[in-house]
């Protein structure tokens, strides 16, 4: 994991109840490598066997559910009716947008390509 995300995870979980398990770890990495991307659950399942093998969709949800509780991680809905996840703001370096249909409050993934700033 990208040493100033780490020490921003550090910071952010350091009065909550937070143990470093390797599950968690192998999370946190997969998130911090996907730099902007929106990852479903089991995209990070995925992802995370290959850092930890024995990792589980269910420890993968609720470590998931920790890390949005703690303001680590954010959820997004996507119009394709997944949940997508990435790390906060507050976490990574950078920003990047989400367009948000004013009408039905939906997200248009991947509505993005193609827009520069």
Not at 21 to 47: F, M
Not at 69 to 90: F, I, K, N, Q
Request: proline fraction near 4%; glycine fraction near 10%.
């Amino acid at each position: 994991m990208a040493e100033v995300v780490k020490r921003r995870v550090e910071e952010m979980l350091g009065n909550r109840d937070y143990r470093r398990t390797p599950q968690r770890q192998a999370i946190l990495s997969v998130l911090a490598k996907g730099r902007g991307q929106h990852l479903t659950a089991l995209e990070i399942l995925k992802a995370s066997r290959e850092i930890h093998p024995e990792i589980g969709l269910a420890t993968v949800y609720r470590n998931l559910e920790f890390l949005e509780r703690a303001g680590v991680v954010a959820r997004l809905h996507g119009d394709d009716g997944l949940r997508r996840y990435e790390l906060s703001p507050t976490c990574r370096r950078g920003q990047h947008h989400h367009l948000v249909c004013l009408g039905c409050g939906g997200w248009p993934y991947n509505s993005h390509k193609g827009i520069s700033p």
